[in-house]
């Protein structure tokens, strides 16, 4: 009797070990993902195919945006951070140990959008210097610009976020010769729209396919010669569009196990497609354009995907053979 209690004892003890076992690895396994809210729709989209087809564990965050993620990934919180912009020194020598490596999965665009009382009111486009003017509290009202008289409502991007650090480096040159400015802030691309499309005479930066053209609208950007550029993905891809910017999944080293699943899943056609319907989307009406090729002075780490994609064109490029906003 006693060698029976015995053994069901220790069969217990043994059924109890593998089960804390079992749970410990199976979180250890969960992979986990953070940063830019402009780069997690077509993660978000992902990581649901490969949780069906390839029963990778994955958890999706979007806490800070790509600063968050940098930091995350540099913390080693997370095995990958989504960026909507290239790693500065300053980011990289925040984690001197840690050997950041920008994998590149597609092309976005800030906008400065406006509410559907200004763009009804008649402003469609702005200049460099105006919104320089806007943002420096010079321009306050926007029949300055030709719209209503109305009062600017400014909503800044928090900075750190991949967006407000392209429409920085296109006012000044640098982030850092940004003034301190005092505007209510706003984090994430969906809290933006919100936000905008619920204030009269509103004004933000944002994802450029954020803009729904229903209720906030992307402004033109007028450049010295009277040209009106618009974040078309024509003109993203070509990098015509002066805010154009890259889009990134950050890993620390060369991607190994499910982060290397990931990423070559992002990096492959069901995953660029994904990329082209849900950043690459616009509200300017669609045509068809045909795949341009990359000029001599490409970067070469915009085309180190060529054994996915046709030699001598980057992944933006490939994309173009859809569609393409107007």
Excluded at 35 to 54: D, H, Q
Excluded at 80 to 92: C, P, T, V
Excluded at 103 to 111: N, S
Excluded at 187 to 194: D, V
Aim: glycine share 10%.
């Amino acid at each position: 009797m006693e060698c029976t209690l015995a053994h069901v004892f220790t069969r217990l003890l043994l059924w109890l070990f593998l089960s804390v076992f079992l749970a410990a690895t199976s979180l250890a396994q969960v992979l986990k993902i953070n940063g830019s809210t402009t780069v997690n729709l077509p993660v978000a989209e992902a990581t649901e195919i490969l949780r069906a087809e390839k029963k990778v564990q994955i958890q999706v965050d979007t806490q800070g945006g790509t600063a968050g993620g940098i930091s995350a990934l540099g913390d080693g919180q997370v095995q990958i951070g989504m960026s909507s912009k290239h790693l500065a020194e300053s980011d990289r020598a925040k984690y001197p140990n840690v050997a950041f490596k920008e994998t590149h999965v597609g092309e976005d665009a800030v906008a400065l959008i406006v509410s559907k009382d200004v763009w009804d009111g008649g402003v469609k486009e702005i200049t460099k210097q105006q919104a320089k003017e806007i943002y420096e509290g010079k321009i306050k009202n926007w029949k300055e610009l030709g719209g209503p008289d109305r009062r600017i409502a400014f909503f800044n991007k928090e900075p750190g976020r991949g967006t407000w650090e392209v429409f920085a480096h296109w006012l000044y040159g640098n982030p850092k010769q940004a003034p301190q400015v005092s505007f209510p802030e706003v984090g994430g691309n969906e809290e933006t729209r919100n936000k905008v499309a619920s204030t009269r005479g509103a004004l933000s930066q944002l994802s450029s396919s954020w803009a729904d053209a229903k209720k906030v609208f992307a402004l033109g950007l007028k450049d010295e010669s009277g040209t009106v550029i618009l974040p078309t993905k024509e003109n993203i891809a070509t990098k015509k569009y002066p805010m154009s910017r890259p889009l990134f999944l950050l890993t620390a080293g060369e991607p190994s196990g499910s982060v290397k699943t990931f990423v070559d899943f992002m990096l492959s056609e069901r995953g660029q497609q994904l990329v082209l319907r849900t950043r690459l989307g616009g509200a300017f009406g669609t045509s068809r354009v045909r795949a341009f090729r990359a000029g001599p002075s490409t970067r070469r780490d915009d085309c180190r995907f060529s054994r996915r994609w046709p030699a001598g064109q980057s992944i933006a490029e490939s994309a173009l053979v859809a569609t393409a906003d107007h």
